[in-house]
């Protein structure tokens, strides 16, 4: 088997991206991820297997799913509504065959770099005229270092794209290295300037990525790569001034040429944790800031002459 034909789980690949990179771009997502934000809106690239989803709003309560699964993990309660019992539920997809509404899905599907590369070079000639490419993200990308080294090298000496990696930068620095070396760009979303506070909110320490963004700094940037770190700005969260400046005092000391994006939290994944009966721990009470709150964010960081997107 050569290099080209190593599996990595994927949870989606989305096309004609204008985010996430320059020009138009094919995404990856990788599924698997160390950490746990309490804010995460791709919770289905958490977990590193395969996940049912239900999206009941569009059930039609045909119950063919429930005739269909072979582990009988689909029940219907007193009241009609369907439930998956999670503990039965192998993820055969069996459920997602026979659903005419698309209701049922699976996240996450095994695929060859030849098969991720098919689909992005279909749209090959977007990507020349944008300076557009493939990123990869997650989850976590560099759970899977190898699937994506070989998947971004190929990208580059086979078809000439840009490629950019996005990550948290939760991973050995051996990793970081091998990985992030073979990249255009580096999106690195830090989380949490604060490494107590990271804790909280991620379940991880920032100790690791602090240092791994330094070491991008120091090794991976001087080849002529790209760094912008991005924060999703959370309210009440990780939006405090103090905290913003201490960030400003951080990005100052990796030098010129770190660029930082400050992005709005939003709510676009709750109802994925439905479909996977798991609790959003923010659906209640946190709203998604304003722009004028971003802006008056980023005026901070300007202030301290800190280059803001």
């Known amino acids: 088997m050569n290099g080209r034909d190593s599996m990595g789980l994927v949870f989606n690949i989305q096309r004609y991206s204008v985010h996430d990179g320059p020009g138009i771009r094919t995404l990856v997502f990788m599924k698997g991820c160390p950490m746990r934000c309490l804010w995460c809106c791709n919770p289905e690239g958490q977990n590193p297997y395969p996940e049912m989803a239900y999206f009941e709003s569009l059930c039609s309560r045909c119950r063919k799913c429930v005739a269909a699964c072979p582990k009988k993990a689909i029940t219907v309660s007193e009241d009609g509504q369907l439930r998956t019992l999670r503990e039965l539920c192998d993820n055969c997809g069996q459920c997602v ?8 899905r699976v996240f ?11 689909i992005a070079k279909k749209d090959m000639a977007f990507y020349r005229r944008s300076g557009g490419g493939i990123t990869v993200g997650g989850g976590e990308p560099l759970s899977q270092p190898d699937f994506v080294r070989e998947l971004l090298e190929s990208a580059k000496e086979q078809y000439g794209l840009h490629t950019a990696v996005e990550t948290s930068g939760y991973a050995e620095p051996d990793v970081i290295e091998r990985v992030l070396g073979s990249v255009d760009l580096v999106l690195f979303d ?24 330094r070491l991008v700094v120091n ?8 760094l912008l770190i991005r924060v999703t700005v959370v309210p009440s969260l990780n939006d405090d001034v103090d905290d913003l400046l201490c960030f ?12 930082v994006e400050l992005l709005p939290y939003h709510e676009f994944g709750v109802a994925k944790y439905r479909a996977l009966d798991r609790r959003y721990f923010l659906e209640a009470g946190i709203q998604p800031p304003s722009g004028e709150y971003m802006e008056a964010l980023r005026d901070i960081l300007r202030r301290k002459d800190v280059p803001t997107l």
Do not use: W
């Open 97 to 104: 065959v026979v659903c005419p509404r698309q209701a049922r």
């Open 108 to 118: 996450g599907k095994y695929y060859t770099v030849n098969e991720v590369l098919e």
């Open 190 to 213: 830090l989380k949490h300037i604060d490494p107590h506070k990271h804790l909280k909110l991620t379940g991880m320490s920032n100790d690791l990525i602090l240092r791994n963004i």
């Open 219 to 226: 090794r991976i940037v001087p080849e002529k790569k790209e």
């Open 248 to 259: 400003a005092e951080f990005v100052k000391s990796l030098g010129e040429g770190v660029r």
